[in-house]
């Protein structure tokens, strides 16, 4: 028997309700995320802002159901609107806790476009298993909503008291409240309410920093000393890169430059068991024990790496499509550019920034598989060199990618047992445990060192070993969980773990030495513009870096890029976001009060970090 319209709304709110709880339930997977809420009014505040932001997220089936039904009376399409909504709804709830989970991350655009963009499969590998659990959740989610109109229809049989309006107030007096609380504390800074913004996802909380001070509710002088430090938008400014003319003077005898860049290699992983060939090499090279990349991914690892400069500049320049100086007088001085990289040079979009000027530049590379792809560069690369007969110096650049997708070819002889047969990148939380995987990786970075080890015996076969400078380098580095914190992999926070890479340079008029000061990416760069292509200009036109091989002490430096960067001291992280929070860490993300903030120190360094914005 068909039933009213009345009773068709009271089946809709009965599943709205069903699905709040189940939006609840997922929620907890951010609240593990709270820190620094040991405080009864900040558990309060945060429960009640938990309850009144999923619930709002709820309401969207609902509405848009209500809607159709008023428009077309159609209970049908009505049902189907708010079953189709519902699951969309909880779905990505559920992928964006899953992402943040390991991450830090939310869905935006610039995940979505790594993830469906140009070449996308060249970045994210999802196995049979990630695809058929998928496949299995939405069909769950379907069956879910049926089993809830099944249940609705069973409440309302039964008459039981809605308290509709009971329930309405108490959510309007949940969002008030979390709004005027959140309202206040933004203003004051007081991080264990604010960083609620930076949890949730979509979540965007009143805020009256005005109103709040023109009736004295705001502390004056630890708003003015936080402001600076939150003063993060680059959109009002311009750009002057570099600050001077690049004035350089070529070598009558310029050397080739080879970079062999392995994407996620973590930094205790450069051993004679676990990469042999570059192991021994490296007892022919300069060896920096210390080294760190300019930030947690490829976007900005790679970069820091060309410009020397931090990559929040990485989006400004993407832009204008700036090259880097490097890489200008790379061509300025007639280089052969070889241009390989296993991952596609679109997505990050390299070929609008580091590559921008590069003639036909190769933006792809053939193979299914990182495996496939890190091979394919590498015999692209060999017949290069093998074919070569001009005494034209050549810059080369390898990118490996198997290591970031925990890839080895089929049938390749393991070196580390037991080793993952697959990986399900949805297991991995506070309880997985990483042998498994951690061998997995292992293996990848095994298979790469026989690549590279090739590249190595073809240059000293050719006779070009002599007269080429190779540097050897991450473009990040991969954490196992190591900080005890839920964070799988990279690009979600700044701890060694993720940003320490093994690094080396070749040069054969150099005798073999390990350094132990610390050295990063922008370093690299600097080095080679000024003792390898004659560069006159003071460092601080064009770079952030330091010479590599004169030990300099750094009382912090900035890593990151434009959606998330710190300023890093010495066991201390001061992370800052796009929406202008921030907090502080020790080097094992431990939360740190405020009163740890060096903020002097901070406002120093955000200033030092706009030396190539004017403001126009």
């Not at 380098?473 to 992999?489: A, I, L, P, R, V």
């Not at 066991?571 to 080097?587: E, M, Q, R």
Request: overall charge positive; aromatic content about 14%; some cysteine.
């Amino acid at each position: 028997m068909d039933i009213t319209k009345n009773n068709l709304k009271k089946q809709l709110y009965i599943v709205f309700i069903f699905n709040v709880i189940v939006l609840l339930i997922i929620s907890k997977k951010y609240s593990a995320f709270f820190e620094n809420a040991d405080t009864l009014f900040t558990k309060f505040y945060l429960t009640i802002t938990t309850f009144s932001h999923f619930f709002l997220l709820g309401t969207l089936p609902i509405l848009l159901s209500l809607m159709t039904l008023l428009l077309t009376k159609s209970k049908r399409l009505t049902k189907g609107i708010h079953i189709l909504f519902s699951v969309l709804v909880i779905l990505i709830i559920q992928i964006d806790s899953t992402i943040f989970g390991q991450f830090r991350y939310h869905i935006s655009p610039i995940v979505l476009k790594l993830v469906f963009g140009k070449r996308s499969g060249d970045i994210f590998q999802f196995s049979a298993i990630n695809i058929i659990i998928a496949v299995l959740f939405v069909i769950g989610l379907v069956a879910l909503q049926f089993f809830f109109f099944f249940l609705s229809k069973k409440i309302i049989a039964k008459d039981v008291k809605l308290r509709i309006k009971a329930t309405m107030a108490f959510f309007v007096f949940a969002t008030l409240f979390s709004h005027f609380v959140y309202a206040w504390s933004d203003a004051n800074y007081y991080r264990p309410v604010t960083q609620v913004k930076n949890v949730f996802p979509v979540f965007y909380p009143l805020t009256a920093d005005d109103l709040l001070d023109s009736m004295g509710l705001v502390d004056q002088a630890k708003a003015k000393r936080n402001k600076e430090i939150a003063s993060t938008d680059f959109s009002n400014k311009t750009v002057n890169y570099p600050l001077h003319p690049i004035v350089s003077e070529t070598s009558p005898t310029p050397k080739n430059i080879l970079y062999l860049i392995i994407d996620t290699w973590r930094y205790n992983c450069m051993t004679e068991a676990i990469t042999p060939n570059i192991y021994n090499f490296s007892k022919k090279c300069q060896v920096f024990d210390n080294h760190i990349s300019g930030s947690n991914m490829t976007t900005g690892g790679v970069f820091s790496l060309f410009y020397g400069i931090p990559a929040t500049y990485f989006d400004t320049f993407t832009g204008q499509e700036i090259a880097p100086v490097f890489m200008n007088e790379l061509q300025k001085q007639q280089y052969d550019l070889l241009i390989y990289g296993s991952s596609g040079l679109e997505n990050p979009p390299f070929n609008r920034n580091v590559f921008a000027k590069v003639p036909n530049l190769r933006v792809f590379s053939k193979g299914e598989t990182p495996s496939e792809r890190d091979l394919t560069i590498n015999n692209e690369w060999m017949a290069a060199i093998e074919k070569r007969n001009t005494k034209q110096p050549f810059f080369g650049y390898l990118f490996y990618d198997s290591a970031h997708g925990f890839d080895i070819p089929k049938n390749y002889k393991l070196k580390f047992k037991p080793s993952l047969a697959e990986v399900n990148y949805l297991e991995m939380d506070d309880d997985y445990d990483p042998t498994l995987l951690y061998n997995r990786y292992l293996n990848s970075l095994h298979y790469i060192d026989e690549l590279v080890g090739k590249v190595l015996q073809q240059l000293e076969q050719k006779g070009l070993l002599e007269n080429t400078l190779i540097v050897i380098t991450g473009d990040h580095g991969q954490e196992f969980n190591d900080c005890k914190k839920g964070y799988w992999q990279h690009g979600g926070n700044f701890s060694k773990y993720q940003i320490r890479t093994p690094m080396m340079v070749f040069d054969a008029s150099k005798a073999a030495k390990v350094y132990n000061h610390q050295t990063i990416h922008y370093d690299i760069t600097a080095t080679i513009m000024k003792d390898y292509l004659g560069v006159k200009n003071d460092l601080n036109d064009f770079s952030f870096g330091k010479n590599l091989f004169v030990p300099n002490k750094r009382d912090y430096f900035i890593c990151g890029y434009n959606q998330k960067f710190a300023i890093i001291e010495k066991n201390k992280i001061t992370n800052i976001y796009p929406s202008g929070l921030f907090d502080v860490t020790d080097g094992m993300l431990n939360p740190l009060n405020d009163e740890n903030i060096n903020y002097d120190l901070v406002t120093e360094g955000l200033s030092e970090m706009n030396r190539f914005f004017v403001k126009k």
